[in-house]
T-cell receptor, first 114, second 113 residues
Framework: DSGVTQTPKHLITATGQRVTLRCSPRSGDLSVYWYQQSLDQGLQFLIQYYNGEERAKGNILERFSAQQFPDLHSELNLSSLELGDSALYFC?????????????FGQGTRLTVV | GDSVTQMEGPVTLSEEAFLTINCTYTATGYPSLFWYVQYPGEGLQLLLKATKADDKGSNKGFEATYRKETTSFHLEKGSVQVSDSAVYFCALREGGGFQKLVFGTGTRLLVSP
């Protein structure tokens, strides 16, 4: 158990809908990362937050947004969903953002868009 | 930009065979290098890391050496077990500021008894 909790574990929704994925980082970790894992594109970095502030952005679509709350949990909002958004979404956390810092991953949320 | 290239899988081995999974990287600076493992139905977990040239990371019988001259970080294990069957990801993180982990595409390892 990494200490990172993601909910829900599975989500099935229809195209055009909006969903929210939730991540609780390890106790004390200030940094949260979101990754998308799909079969054809591997692990793609979406966005990073540090202590409530957005710090880095990757290949995140405009239909997607995220935030980190004062209690450090984070939410990833996906809207106007398309079939191609079906993937495993991982949250990871780390205590700092240093170069050598290990990131701890949750078990992921599997999103299926039908 | 930074990138990581891993050998295509799946890699299929018999128990007690020698394992090598190749990983090469492209980076603008001097990144730290990581190997993560993903067991079925689970998230990624750190297997080992190396933070500077010629460092060797090791854990659970796995080893990888940071080779700056060849920009490589190949994963090796002398004798694999069925329980090592998983997907292995090579990753790097640059220094300076808020840097993300950049992952390779992953290599699936299948070990048969």
């Amino acid at each position: 158990d990494s200490g990172v909790t993601q909910t829900p574990k599975h989500l099935i929704t229809a195209t055009g809908q909006r969903v929210t994925l939730r991540c609780s980082p390890r106790s004390g970790d200030l940094s949260v990362y979101w990754y998308q894992q799909s079969l054809d594109q591997g692990l793609q970095f979406l966005i990073q937050y540090y202590n409530g502030e957005e710090r880095a952005k990757g290949n995140i679509l405009e239909r997607f947004s995220a935030q980190q709350f004062p209690d450090l949990h984070s939410e990833l909002n996906l809207s106007s969903l398309e079939l191609g958004d079906s993937a495993l979404y991982f949250c990871a956390s780390s205590p700092t953002t240093g170069q050598n810092t290990e990131a701890f991953f949750g078990q992921g949320t599997r999103l299926t868009v039908v | 930009g930074d990138s990581v290239t891993q050998m295509e899988g799946p890699v299929t081995l018999s128990e007690e065979a020698f394992l090598t999974i190749n990983c090469t990287y492209t980076a603008t600076g001097y990144p730290s290098l990581f190997w993560y493992v993903q067991y079925p139905g689970e998230g990624l977990q750190l297997l080992l890391k190396a933070t500077k040239a010629d460092d060797k990371g090791s854990n659970k019988g796995f080893e990888a050496t940071y080779r700056k001259e060849t920009t490589s970080f190949h994963l090796e294990k002398g004798s694999v077990q069925v329980s090592d069957s998983a997907v292995y990801f090579c990753a790097l993180r640059e220094g300076g500021g808020f840097q993300k982990l950049v992952f390779g595409t992953g290599t699936r390892l299948l070990v048969s008894p």
